[in-house]
């Protein structure tokens, strides 16, 4: 089950410290980024320094290993065909 996260400080810094797989979604909610990731409270904020991959929420998956994480990301991946990424 997928938890939001709102993207500001204190949004941030309430993600786990986890293995899991995000979408990063923009103010509408669409999704514009799928990643994944073995500590997704550390990857989530490089993304908010990237200007490119400006974004409102993340929506998490918390996963028991990387390679679950993967999986889902290419699921969703498959599915979405986010924006940015090519």
Known sequence: ???TYKNTKKGRNK???KPGAYNLKDKGGKT???GSSKNVNRRIPEHHRDKKKHFASAS????PTKRKAKKIEKKRLKARKPLLNK
Do not use: L, R, S
């Not at 998490?60 to 996963?63: A, L, M, N």
């Open 15 to 17: 993600i786990p410290k």
């Open 60 to 63: 998490i998956t918390i996963t």
């Open 32 to 34: 514009i980024y799928t």
């Open 1 to 3: 089950m997928a938890k």
